[in-house]
């Protein structure tokens, strides 16, 4: 069992940055490949990056490339979600997910309880 907690949400007006953290504890937290998700308002959740467990793969959703950056600190047990030139269609709640499917983006079985964020128009 992986328990996941995230932190790091918050307002932001657009074009500046935000980074989400995402700890991770439980058996062999740091073994999992790791992602973000998002939900907007009326919207279904969706894939925004994901990282392999060793660091060195990752992959974003077209909508956020060149923008945001996944990455991971095994050390701390820790994944991040660092989040520039935010724009108002950013705004979601943001959701850890460990022992996603990096080819499909499927999501893994464990989920955060999500971190707000929002960027006004």
């Known amino acids: 069992q992986v328990q996941l907690v995230e932190s790091g949400g918050g307002l932001v007006q657009a074009g500046g940055s935000l980074r989400l953290s995402c700890a991770a504890s439980g058996r062999a937290a740091s073994s999992y490949n790791m992602a973000w998700f998002r939900q907007a308002p009326g919207k279904e959740r969706e894939f925004v990056a994901a990282?392999?467990?060793?660091?060195?793969?990752?992959g974003y959703a077209d909508s956020v490339k060149g923008r945001f950056t996944i990455s991971r600190d095994n050390a701390k047990n820790t994944v991040y979600l660092q989040m520039n030139n935010l724009k108002p269609e950013d705004t979601a709640v943001y959701y850890c997910?460990?022992?996603?499917?990096?080819?499909?983006?499927?999501?893994?079985?464990?989920w955060g309880q999500g971190t707000q964020v929002t960027v006004p128009s």
């Open positions: 997910n460990s022992g996603v499917n990096l080819v499909s983006r499927d999501a893994g079985a464990h």
């Open positions: 990282v392999s467990w060793t660091g060195t793969i990752t």
